[in-house]
Every structure is written in C-alpha cells, then in structure tokens.
C-alpha cells in the first residue's frame, strides 16, 4: 500500500509540475505581457525599461525558475490590477468554488444513484428506455444553456429563486443544480452498467440462496460493488466537474475563482490566471489522488496491480 | 504508470456495456433499433449541415441588417408576432432565424475542423505510446495525465485570452487541446494489437515499424477513431459556443450560436427568445451528433469499449 501510495505521489508532483510548465508557457511565450501593459504608442525605451522591470529580459527557462520557486511558498506576484498578491485573490475565491462543486455533486448523486440502480433493476423496461432517453438528453445540452434557462423559468417567470449572486441557501439551487444536471447522466449510466454487472455475479446468487432478502442483496451485495467503477470515474470526471463549476460560475456571477479568472483574463492580468489556473489544477491532482487512495483501500485487486 | 492503467481499465469495463445472460434479450434485434435512431439522427444532422452550407439562399434575411425600428419583435406564434420574423428579432432588430441559420457554420466549421487536428496529433501520439512503449510511452501520457487534469474550458480561456479571439485561433486551441482523449484509446488499442501474431509476423518478414503501423495497425483502429471524433465533433461544438458566449470566441457582429445566446442573456428578463433558440440549436446539433455517433459505434464494433 506504501509503495502504492508513493508511486501516485510522484506522479501527482510530474502532473503538477507538467501544469505549472504548461502554464508559463501559455502565458509568458505565446503572449508578451509588456504589448498588452503598456498604451500601444509607448517607445522602444519604456517596453525595454518595463521588460526589465518585471524580469523578463531574463533566459526563459531563468523566469520560469523564478515563478516555480515563488509558487512553492504561495508567491505568485502582485496582481497587475488590484495591486494585492495573486495568491490572497485566489485563495478569498477559492471556498465558493468548492462548495458549488460538492453542491452539483450531491445533486448528481441524488439524481443519478437512485435512477441508475432503478434502471439496472428494471433493465430494458420503460424506466430504462426513459432513463437512458433523458441522460442522453442531458449530455448534449450546454451547460450555460441550462443555466440561462433555469434563471428565465425559476427567476424571471415564476420569481421563485434568486437569478445570480451568493450568501443564502437559495442562491445555491439554480447553480448546483444546473452543474449537478450535466454530471447526472454519465453518473447515472455508470451505476446503471456497474449494477448490471455485478448483478450477474456468483456472490450474488450465492446471497440469494442464503435466502437474503432481495432489498438487501441491492444495497448492500451490488450497490457496494458497483461502487468501485463510480468512484474512480467520479475521481477522474472531478477535472470536468470544476470545468462545469468555471462555466456555471459565469452564468450565475458566482463570486469564485472562475469568475475571478475570467475577470483577470479580460483584464491581462496575468498572476492571477496563472495563479488561479495552477491552484485549480492542484486541487483537482489532489481529488485524483485521494480518490486512487479510497479506491485502493475498497479494492485490493487495484493496490497489488493484479 | 501501473496503477494508472489499472484504474483506467476499471473505467473502461464500467463503461462497457456487459453481455446479455442467455435469452434475456435479442441483441441483435436492439442493435438495428438504435441504428434506425442513428439513421433518424443522421438526417436531422444532414437538414441542419445543408442550411449552414446554403444559408445565404435560405435565410429570409440579411443576418446583419439592422433594423431598430422592430427591434426585440416576438416570435411569429406570440401575440403581436409577425410572420416575416419567425423567430422574432434581437435587441437591434436583426432577423433571429437569419442569423441561427449563419451562426451554424462557424460551429459547424470549427468543429469539424478542430475534430481534424486533435485526432491527427492524438492518433500520432497514441501510435507512438503504444507502439514503442518506455520512455516515449512514459513522456506521452505524463502528458496525456497533465492535459486530463487540466479543466478544457480554463486551458482554451487562457490560451485565448492570450492569442486573441479570432476564428482560426479558436480551431487551433480547441484542435490541440483536444488529443489526449484520441491518444489513450489508440494507446492501448496499439498495445493490444502489437502483440497480436500478424504484427509479429510483419516483424518476422523484416517490415519496417513505420509500415507495421501504418499498414498492420492504423487499419484496425480506424472505427475507434471515427467514432470517438464524431462524439468529440459535439464536445468541441459546445465549448466554441462557450467562448463565443463569453465573448472570448466569434465576435459581434458576425453570428454564432454561442455569442448571440450570450447577447440575448442581457436581454433574457424581457425577450427570453433571443438566448433560447440559439442554445435550442447547440443542443439539437450536439444530440444528434451524440446519437450518431452512439449508432455508429454498434455498427462499426458492438463491442468496442469506449
């Protein structure tokens, strides 16, 4: 289990650092940052001068040590923009992110968990049909989409929620379940195919002829087994999850850190994108890792590499 | 790199359709009701590619003609609506329907196009991984694994934010961020596939690599491949609309579906049209490429696991 756990570690810090790399590059060597800071009649003397200034008359590889050694201890730089540290930024953005995606999650489990054992059960029925009507529905609609018609439905006609903002309860249903929405069917499809699966198993069988009661053999024979595949899928779709959180943050004005960025985008302010876009990456490399972790520890076919 | 692919084959199995207990079902029988639903699809699919393609003869306006004086006019059903503006107009009194039907080229193009990139860099990568295993397979998928962990949306808004919002970068960012999915299935598929007996006996009769690939495995990828870049030609559609929608994409005035659903969202607490139908036709268009692509994949290999 050690050596597992050691072996996802140093992948977790390549990934990372593969991140951060990718990062750099996006911003410092496709785009130079003086262009965009500076009015566009500037003289040859003021772009050397503010080169210089921030450093980047350095080799590359001397300004991508430099941001790589500030970003282990939290120092991203100051902001272009607001004239605070990139990092404090973030980090103040950073709870409502989080909360909107453990909101759209549990939507999605609320939603996919029962619909997805139900379908496994009642395989080929009507419900089935219906059940894998409505996920493929729900996986081709754009999320922003969604969420444009949820607030015209429930804010603007019926004046039953709030259209956009953050602070009470109410404000959490249209956005988490909007992210929860577009999470549900692929979730849904994999209890479905997981319960199936494990349905047709011999520890099945054989709990039925120990004259368990079939309820029991659902919940506590297959649903646990069939847990295995949700989980880590869940785990690697935790990247998409935040990706779907950045899109319904924008369309609700949620105040995290995907609203952040897309500010900082519009505004050129590089820190914190950069900032924003490695924390984000972290979080989701952590989630991966946890979930490896989790997943080891319920299945030990996983954890011996048999 | 172990653990990994024992994670992803848990994914892989769960994915997978699991066979049919003996006289459960006809198979074969479903398998032509889903093709008739891929048919069905594929038309619909055909009706929305011929209008994009023939939109100046069949658009019954100019798509950029403004014309204030009937601006936010309802749809033609509504009270008050006319039948010159089926859809009714924008906030600047531009025919709706005029520009649904020309903003279906600029999704329609970028898909197809950046679906092109990704799956050439994927499939080459892949073969490659695949194909001569070690380090070259160990550098390609820390990369693949760098770019799954990284949020699509936030690494195609920083690259924009930093090249600048035009049609062509749009394609080439969508078009290289796009690989990793193509270059994980072709991996493991190659790995699968060189160590069948026709490639040993290539290898036997002195083929070159390059011609092992090309000849002896690319031939027998190829259903995977197009049935991933038809799913994918949806994924890319949906995110297009998503810059375009914040502003980062296809600019005003020419029309996309994603950037006039973001016009219209200003306009959504009065004229709920003008985001409506622009989402309705991202939707429809992705849901009939998913259904495709779904009744492709059982024509092509019912049991190909993706």
Known sequence: MRSYISRQLVQLVVVVLGISLLAFVILHVLGDPVLLLLPQNAGKEEFERYRHLLGLDRPLYVQYWKFLSGAVIGDFGKSWYADTPAFRLVIERMPPTIYLTLAGLLVALLIALPLGILAALKRHSWVDSLCTAVAVAGQAAPLFWLGIMLIIVFAVRLRMLPASGYGTWRHFLLPSFCLGAALAPITMRLV????????????????????VAEPMVVVKHAFRNACIPVITVLGLQFGQLLGGAIITETVFAWPGVATLTVESIRNQDFPVVQCAVILLALVIVVVNLAVDIVVAVIDPRIRTGA | MKAVSAERKVELVALREPAPAAGEERPALRRIGRLRWGLAAGGVLLVIVASAVFAPWIAPHDPLAVNIRHRLAVPAWMEGGT?????????????????MIFGGRVSLVVGVAAVLLSSSIGVLLGLGAGYFGRRTDWTIMTGVNVMLTFPFVLLALAVIAVLGPSLVNMIIVLGVAGWPIYARVVRAETMAIREREFVLAGRALGMSHLRIVFRQIVPNLTSAIVVIATLQVAQVIILESFLSFLGLGIQPPTPAWGNMLGEGRVYMLNSWWIATFPGLAIFVTTLMINLMGNALRDWLDPHMKL
């Open chain 1, 192 to 211: 479905r195919s997981g319960v199936i699966e494990v349905m047709n198993m011999e520890f099945i069988k054989t709990a039925r002829a120990k004259g």
């Open chain 2, 83 to 99: 039948a010159a503006h089926f859809l009714g107009t924008d906030q600047v009194g531009r025919d709706l329907l005029s520009r």
